[in-house]
């Protein structure tokens, strides 16, 4: 496996191991509703009474999906996981967000002096990081306020953790972007999407 310094040119493409139960959900337009309706059975398999939450779930996951596309976003990972009855909630969204949309840096220093400006939330985290064989990456951790609206009802802050790790030899940046709406077991999802984070190679 070639480290993030071994390339003199742009990699084919990147992998990152997610754990078994992240559904991947599909973003290209002419394949995503069938994947769509796939995980909903799947969420509500056995559940006969609530088509309406079925229904609300599908929305949900269009929105998120044909947001996700608009920004560059290549992949889409869902958390299927739970704890007896209780949901894992999680996503991974993996975006290369066009040229124009990012200071003409290739350095992780530069575009965390960047990012750390008078914007940067209240208790957020923002530091440079090593990858095991992706190389350094701005790491940022911040905690929203809910939106019940735009989130089935959730109540609760949502933790964000995002990568951003320069591709070898081309300017361009590619975006891990993690989420979980489990406040209460933040630190330990975060700690899961730090160690997907670490599994990020190129080829």
């Known amino acids: 496996m070639k480290v993030a310094d071994e390339f003199i040119s742009p990699p084919e493409d990147y992998s990152v191991i997610v754990p078994d139960g992240w559904f991947q959900l599909p973003l290209d337009p002419d394949v995503r509703d069938r994947a769509i309706v796939a995980l ?51 996503s991974l969204l993996i975006s290369i967000p066009a040229a124009d949309e990012w200071p003409r840096t290739s350095d992780v220093e530069e575009l965390a002096e960047h990012l750390a ?22 790491r940022y951790r911040h905690c929203s306020d809910p939106a019940p609206e735009a989130q089935l009802g959730n109540r609760l802050p949502t933790t964000s953790v995002t990568y951003y790790v320069p591709v070898p030899a081309t300017g361009r940046w590619l975006m891990l972007s993690f989420s979980t709406p489990l406040d209460p077991l933040a630190d330990q999802m975060v700690e899961l999407f730090d160690a997907v984070a670490g599994t990020l190679h190129w080829s």
């Open 40 to 90: 909903a059975e799947r969420t509500f398999h056995g559940v006969d009474n609530a088509p309406h939450l079925k229904k609300e779930l599908m929305q949900d996951l269009q929105r998120k999906a044909k947001e996700a596309y608009s920004v560059g976003g290549t992949e889409l990972y869902l958390s299927t996981l739970s704890i007896g009855k209780v949901p894992l909630a999680s």
């Open 117 to 138: 400006g008078p914007e940067l939330a209240d208790g957020a985290e923002l530091g440079v990081v090593q990858l095991e064989a992706a190389g350094k990456a701005v």
